[in-house]
């Protein structure tokens, strides 16, 4: 493995709400329900694209181009190589918007890609299929991995995408942008001694983020076993044992290594994705043992996450519904610069659902979705009320927020 990397400092935030506070202080308790809780942007707002920031990089120097990406808070970076036009074009996305950093031309732009995918573990001739593999990507003395995925094109062209980690403190839940009512009701959530705790969303909406925060939460309230399982792992916690899964190895993926969890005595476990039969299988029987387990699943909302999961495992609908204490939906929406009309960073809206006995009935009969979200109601906040919220305090437009969410 390369040599450790010079340490890099993550951009510091720079903005605040005009007139709110944002040094994280818990507002007192007789604060408004949808409140929105004081935080940071979490990137300072770039006074030049990326491609001016963000020095132009040879090949034997192309490890340093996704530090350099990560030191800004980019997420993913797509490499695109045409064989038409004989170019690699290489974009990065930040707060949820894509940029082009920089363009390459022919020895050059091949000698590239043949490097990255030979780093990767991914076949370095033409591919005619998808591939996947990790990118090695030291940073401040940890052994990160970048995921990566490498499409073949119509033109003989490949388009290659990485998962960047994200550097710099993890923080709290309190400092993550909930309001007051979504933090009470993630905070009951983890505070149930076992059973399952589902964050939900799309691709690069922050649910990870917020899970771990969640295990940072728990982790200075209790200080027993806690045991996380990752792919990769993107952040490093203190006092908890992060493992990473390695797909590519034959019994150490997620649904192989699951097995072994409940031997090893957690109190917490996190699951970085159910994805699969195999591991949403194992997620409930675990949950049901009485650990305590929180897991990320890719759903649109948490009507649709629970139906995901009765779906994915292989368990009667009941026994998959009893293990689920609740479900935390996410998104991220662009912030305005305070007394402008520009954006820079992103902010997160949630809807928190705590699982009931008329939820649990309505899934079972197979309701309509409509149904099931009124059977939802009692014990659930929305993005709305959230929307709301961030509009009324002027960080975000409903337009905005209409791009990431419908009906609000």
Wanted: charged share 25%.
């Amino acid at each position: 493995m390369s040599s450790p990397a010079p340490k890099l400092t993550a951009v510091e935030p720079v903005l605040e709400l005009e007139g709110v506070r944002t040094d994280a202080t818990p507002a007192v308790s007789a604060a408004p329900a949808h409140t929105v809780r004081p935080v940071a942007a979490m990137h300072k707002e770039l006074t030049k694209p990326l491609s001016e920031l963000v020095r132009k990089r040879g090949p034997n120097e192309f490890r340093d181009l996704f530090r350099d990406l990560v030191s800004h808070g980019v997420s993913d970076v797509h490499m695109t190589r045409s064989e038409l036009n004989q170019t690699l074009t290489v974009e990065a996305r930040l707060d949820g918007v894509m940029q082009v950093v920089h363009v390459y031309t022919g020895v050059e732009a091949q000698t590239i890609v043949t490097k990255v995918k030979t780093d990767s573990k991914m076949s370095s001739g033409d591919n005619l299929v998808p591939e996947d593999g990790n990118y090695e990507l030291p940073i401040d003395g940890y052994p990160y991995r970048a995921r990566a995925v490498a499409l073949p094109l119509f033109d003989g062209g490949e388009r290659i995408v990485f998962r960047l980690p994200q550097i710099g403190d993890l923080r709290s839940l309190g400092e993550l942008g909930f309001t007051e009512a979504n933090l009470q009701a993630t905070k009951d959530l983890l505070s149930i001694p076992g059973g399952m705790t589902l964050f939900a969303g799309p691709t690069g909406e922050g649910k990870s983020t917020t899970s771990l925060s969640s295990i940072k939460h728990l982790r200075e309230l209790d200080s027993g076993v806690f045991i996380t399982l990752e792919d990769p792992v993107e952040r490093v916690i203190p006092d908890v044992a992060q493992i990473e899964v390695k797909e590519e190895i034959e019994g150490a993926g997620f649904g192989d290594m699951m097995k072994y969890l409940v031997r090893s005595d957690p109190n917490v476990l996190f699951i970085g994705e159910i994805r699969d039969t195999a591991t949403a299988t194992a997620a409930v029987e675990i949950a049901k043992s009485g650990i305590r387990l929180l897991a990320t699943i890719h759903a649109t909302n948490n009507v649709s996450a629970f139906l995901r999961l009765i779906e994915m495992a292989d368990a009667t609908p009941l026994s998959v519904l009893e293990s689920v204490n609740g479900i935390i939906s996410q998104r991220l929406v662009r912030r305005l610069v305070p007394g402008t009309d520009r954006f820079a960073g992103r902010y997160p809206i949630h809807e928190v659902t705590k699982n009931s006995e008329e939820l649990i009935d309505a899934l079972i009969k197979n309701a309509s979705r409509t149904e099931i979200t009124a059977a939802a109601a009692a014990t659930s906040t929305t993005f709305k009320q959230n929307v709301d919220a961030l509009v009324d305090a002027g960080i975000t437009t409903r337009e905005e927020a209409r791009k990431v969410v419908r009906d609000v």
